[in-house]
């Protein structure tokens, strides 16, 4: 065993950025007592010291050797230290979880051994929808932590939806001003409106500070502006984005609208301001642009849409559906930002050569993005963890459902059927929250936890191997989740505070996920 404390040495061969980490590290670590020098574990009789030295290996990849009196980190890069770090405390007690502990001993004390690792997938994503229920930067750093627990390394922030737009525009500030906030909501389209307002946003300091936080912490902000679908909020601040003619509101209940904005290049150039402003703020190698679920049934009655169509040669809006997120991520380009799009995009030609699709809608639109352009994983089954666990009736109201952790755990990015050629072109993946019937955080923990821990074995490892031994290890990874205050939902059911009981959360009927993988594989094959 040896002994680490708030007073352990350190030495770092490698970056600054790894050497600020280090000791932000060890400076969260128990101090010993004052009245004396630390009487560690048996065979321990003095703190260790800790020495990284950064390496050209895979980003990610790692190796942590640990002996009585030192530990030697080998990291591939910045994310390599930050997971050897994460390993190291996963070597403590679960207590070594909680932000402040006064530790027996003068310290943690880490069994010796060595751990060299590395991940199957440089995408391990998490997508938090913000737009339809609000979350404060409090709940989004909190949240960036709990993803660095678990080694993932993307959070993907959906920013602007029918229901809000929840980002600072300086340059365009009714899109804060009017478009964040409604003021009431609607749990479906068949719900009461409650008549309490709700809203919010975040300024531009506020994306910087989540940005950086989540880069201290080996995590890349990937931010979403939906584009040209899903603007109700846009087009509540200004209007004439949009059909003429046509007033809108930001939506008061959380389900999808048909609103859309003109693909026209005024509307291209009004957008490339408030991008602009992001990548001032933001700190990223990606910007999402959404693409999906856009109703373009007016289009071809618009006049400065067919008179743009007619100069470009097209016949079909979807052309210009394309066209429209190519502009957008041609403005991309010049500022060395890669476009991410949802596979909708892929499908009417708005992509370009680098983009990302990110796959939602099944299993063949994946197939037919991965044979052209790099493709993160993300299909609603079993990725969309806003959906039940269980078939319980306790569970409260949700999407629909269940996809339950088991269903997780089988999940396979990168399909063995797949050619190499476009097993190779999956960069990992992601879940998804969509905050329908997200209100509170807590509510956000719920669904999100195992269920997050077992998509980080598969994404880290590529598959689940071993489902039993995947279990055995997740009853012990929930002590260190109670150590960080995470309200997940216990494997064998909800606690009686987590239910639906009989109220508005009440479930509304029994599960219909294979009604549900049907139609989003069938819609999967549009053309």
């Not at 952790?405 to 879940?431: H, K, N, T, Y």
């Not at 905050?435 to 807590?442: A, H, M």
Request: charged share 25%; net charge negative; with cysteine.
């Amino acid at each position: 065993m040896c002994l680490l404390n708030g007073h352990t040495p350190v030495e770092v061969t490698g970056s600054p950025e790894i050497d600020r980490l280090l000791r932000r590290f060890v400076a969260g670590l128990p101090l010993p007592a004052a009245d004396g020098p630390p009487s560690g574990p048996a065979n321990t009789t003095q703190t260790a010291r800790i020495f990284v030295t950064e390496t050209d290996d895979v980003p990610g990849a790692y190796g942590v050797e640990v002996t009585e009196s030192r530990v030697d980190i080998r990291a591939g890069g910045f994310e390599g230290a930050v997971n050897a770090l994460t390993t190291l405390r996963q070597l403590m007690p679960a207590q070594a979880w909680r932000r402040e502990w006064s530790a027996d001993g003068g310290g943690w004390a880490v069994p010796c051994g060595t751990v060299v690792d590395r991940p199957e997938y440089g995408w391990r994503g998490a997508m938090l929808d913000v737009a339809r229920h609000f979350f404060p930067k409090s709940t989004i750093l909190r949240y960036v932590d709990l993803l660095a627990a678990h080694r993932f390394n993307r959070l993907h922030l959906h920013l602007a939806d029918d229901q809000g737009w929840r980002v600072e525009s300086r340059r365009h500030p009714r899109l804060h001003q009017v478009g964040s906030w409604r003021p009431s909501t609607r749990l479906g389209p068949d719900g009461v409106a409650d008549g309490t307002p709700h809203g919010g946003y975040y300024t531009l300091d506020d994306l910087t500070e989540i940005s950086a936080y989540a880069r201290a912490r080996g995590i890349t902000l990937v931010p979403e502006i939906d584009v040209p679908g899903h603007t109700s909020a846009l087009r509540a601040a200004y209007p004439e984005l949009g059909r003429p003619g046509q007033e809108q509101a930001v939506l008061d209940t959380v389900w999808a609208g048909g609103s859309s904005i003109s693909p026209t290049p005024p509307v291209v150039a009004f957008l490339q301001d408030v991008l602009e402003e992001i990548l001032d703020a933001v700190d990223t190698p990606y910007v999402h642009l959404g693409g999906d679920e856009c109703d373009m049934s007016w289009w071809a009655d618009d006049a400065a849409i067919a008179a743009e169509m007619s100069e470009h040669g097209y016949t079909d809006v979807k052309q210009m559906h394309g066209h429209f997120l190519r502009s957008l991520g041609g403005f991309l380009a010049t500022r060395g930002v890669r476009m991410v799009v949802w596979d909708e995009g892929l499908v009417t030609g708005g992509v370009l050569p680098d983009t990302v699709v990110m796959a939602w809608r099944g299993h063949e639109v994946a197939g037919r993005a991965a044979a052209s352009h790099d493709v993160v994983r993300a299909p609603l089954f079993p990725t969309y963890f806003n959906f039940d666990q269980s078939d319980l009736p306790e569970e409260p109201r949700s999407e629909g459902g269940p996809i339950t952790l088991d269903d997780v755990a089988a999940f396979s990015p990168a399909p063995a059927e797949w050619p190499d050629d476009m097993r190779d072109r999956v960069l990992g993946g992601q879940f998804q929250i969509w905050t329908e019937w997200v209100p509170t955080e807590r509510r956000l923990d719920y669904l999100a936890f195992p269920r997050a821990c077992a998509l980080a074995e598969v994404l880290w490892r590529g598959r689940v191997t071993d489902l039993p031994d995947f279990e055995r290890r997740l009853s012990v990874h929930l002590e260190r989740l109670d150590a960080l205050g995470v309200d997940y939902r216990p494997p064998a059911g909800p606690h009686p505070w987590q239910t639906g009981g009989a109220g508005v959360w009440r479930r509304s009927g029994p599960g219909q996920i294979e009604e549900t993988k049907k139609w989003v594989e069938s819609i999967s094959r549009e053309p």
